[in-house]
């Protein structure tokens, strides 16, 4: 399973502000917003302005506020009981894990040593909230478009995880998440 920022759009699921979650471009509005700056959806920049006016420790609360989950959808719930191999994500949520604390999250800082066929992991590429803090800020949360994640993924030892489990897997399922990545899509047609 491959999971974007649509997956956590389902109605009923919420924020512990009981608000919805947030679209990249929208979190970068809402940034702004805060800043009284014009609306961009460039979040990187919308980070950036907003730790210049505010600070990095305003930042992290501000994101621990929107992306930790405290009611999830009864579709949630199904999705994160059936037996994946393991699931990727470019969200920051702990939707999965929430609903699912036999999930694992990882993110693609982490020893790839925690890999273990066991259990399914839930794979952040773009960092994981509950793992946010000042000292992760830097090295394991992403605040820029997707074509860097990607390739910060892409020399990571988790491609190749990810790669045996499309080899190996019957499907491959993408919710949320829109193909227009073509480092993802290079990945996926590589290899008839």
């Known amino acids: 399973l491959f999971t974007g920022a649509d997956f956590s759009k389902e109605k ?6 009981n608000e919805e979650f947030l679209r990249g471009g929208d979190l970068a509005k809402k940034l702004l917003k805060e800043c ?4 961009d959806e460039d979040l990187l920049y919308a980070s950036e302005i907003y730790m210049e006016k505010k600070s990095k420790l305003e930042l992290i609360n501000f994101l621990n506020t929107h992306f930790k989950c405290k009611e999830i959808s009864e579709l949630h719930n199904q999705y994160s009981q059936l037996p994946w191999k393991n699931i990727y994500t470019t969200n920051y949520d702990n939707i999965l894990e929430k609903s699912n604390p036999n999930l694992r999250p990882l993110t693609i800082n982490s020893n790839i040593k925690m890999h273990t066929y066991k259990n399914s992991f839930v794979l952040h590429i773009n960092g994981y909230i509950e793992n946010l803090n000042e000292d992760s800020f830097d090295n394991d ?3 820029t478009d997707t074509s860097y994640l990607i390739d910060e993924f892409n020399n990571s030892e988790w491609k190749e995880i990810f790669i045996n489990d499309i080899k190996t897997s019957d499907y491959l399922i993408f919710i949320g998440y829109s193909l227009n990545d073509f480092d993802i899509a290079k990945i996926l047609f590589q290899d008839p």
Do not use: M, V
Request: charged share 40%; aromatic share 8%.
């Open 141 to 143: 949360f992403k605040l």
């Open 36 to 39: 009284n700056e014009e609306d």
């Open 12 to 17: 009923n699921t919420k924020n512990i502000l």
